[in-house]
């Protein structure tokens, strides 16, 4: 399945919406990151070039983490989707609520192609935010308590039988500053992908 086709056959293309444009067997998959917002440049998401600029940062988490990868091939071969909340580049410095509400329809059409998953990492802020939005609809209420992040580490959350992660973001160059963060984001994944395995 080609999750680009799969999305715009139910929303039509739009070229301002930043989609994964790659074959993929969702039966394979068992754990999806969602990562914050897509680059302003397609070609430095995850499934661009192998120097993409978000892979710069993705792969030494993993690796971090115990994880051998070095390609997003590597990471999807064993079972991890990534993915953005928002489809569509930020403007500003924080995410607009008119992005958030554009994106959501594509996101949660998105994470119900996969029927296999057992984890959702939610990197950052914005999308523990879009996650919450979307089960809200659901069960009329959040699915990730509002509290910070760093409290809810060690609480196992469940929506649906699937395990939901909050951690930190994984992408742009701020995360090489906070040292503690890329910390737990990686102890996060070694969880996931212990869940996983």
Do not use: W
């Amino acid at each position: 399945m080609n999750i680009k086709q799969e999305l715009e056959a139910v929303f039509g293309a739009d070229e301002q919406i930043h989609l994964n444009d790659i074959e993929i067997d969702p039966a394979t998959i068992k754990a999806i990151m969602i990562n914050e917002v897509v680059p302003a440049y397609p070609g430095n998401d995850f499934y661009g070039p192998e120097d993409a600029a978000y892979m710069e940062t993705t792969i030494p988490l993993f690796q971090k983490a115990g994880i051998e990868v070095t390609t997003i091939q590597d990471i999807l071969s064993k079972g991890i989707y990534l993915t953005n909340a928002i489809k569509t580049p930020k403007t500003e410095t924080t995410v607009a609520n008119a992005s958030i509400d554009r994106s959501l329809p594509y996101l949660e059409k998105e994470l119900s192609l996969f029927p296999n998953v057992q984890v959702i990492m939610l990197m950052g802020d914005v999308a523990k935010k879009c996650f919450n939005k979307i089960t809200k609809k659901a069960t009329k209420k959040n699915a990730v308590p509002a509290i910070s992040t760093y409290k809810l580490r060690n609480t196992a959350i469940y929506y649906q039988d699937i395990r939901i992660m909050p951690s930190y973001i994984m992408t742009g160059k701020n995360i090489l500053i906070e040292k503690s963060k890329v910390q737990m984001a990686c102890e996060d994944l070694a969880v996931m992908f212990e869940i996983i395995s």
